[in-house]
């Protein structure tokens, strides 16, 4: 089975409110070895639509969803066989993810992408591995407890 890491360099959809950053997301997995790579205008629907049918992965790097927003709707018609990315963390389930995860595609939010940023910074200054499960936890447990109403 293929991990997570090389179906995003495989396939990837990169959906950016800036066009140009998008292409250049598009453009490092196409160098990278992807057998294809697009990037795409939210504002075009209809290309947006045939780019989503088509994506193995589609990728939300945009702030909608943190506060309950929608993408464009042809985000949301994701299905089985496809993988639906948010860079979010804070919420974990976006709408984005939501419908995703109900239409049968697999879901990922960005808490993996933080905690593998931050390893690799650990790495780096420490000079050995990162605990990374310590860290997936500890990051975890913090996001549940800022979301948790105080009962005192």
């Given at each position: ?8 360099l ?19 997995a196409?160098?990278?070895g992807?057998p ?11 290309a ?23 993408l ?8 089985s066989?496809?993988?639906a ?5 804070a919420?974990?389930?976006?709408p984005?993810?939501?419908?995703a ?9 960005g808490l ?8 690799a910074?650990y ?11 310590t860290?997936?936890a ?11 109403p105080?009962?005192?």
């Amino acid at each position: 089975m293929e991990t997570l890491t090389e179906k995003t360099l495989a396939e990837a959809l990169g959906v950016r409110p800036r066009p140009e950053a998008a292409a250049e997301v598009a453009g490092l997995a196409q160098r990278a070895g992807g057998p294809s790579a697009d990037a795409c205008d939210l504002g075009d629907e209809a290309a947006l639509t045939r780019a989503v049918a088509d994506a193995e992965l589609v990728i939300n790097a945009t702030p909608l969803g943190m506060a309950g927003e929608f993408l464009p709707d042809p985000c949301h018609r994701l299905g089985s066989g496809q993988i639906a990315y948010d860079l979010i963390y804070a919420p974990t389930q976006t709408p984005f993810l939501s419908d995703a995860g109900a239409a049968g595609a697999e879901t990922h939010h960005g808490l993996s992408m933080l905690v593998g940023q931050a390893a690799a910074s650990y790495r780096r200054w420490i000079g050995r591995p990162a605990p990374r499960d310590t860290m997936s936890a500890a990051a975890l447990s913090a996001l549940t407890h800022a979301n948790t109403p105080d009962s005192t």
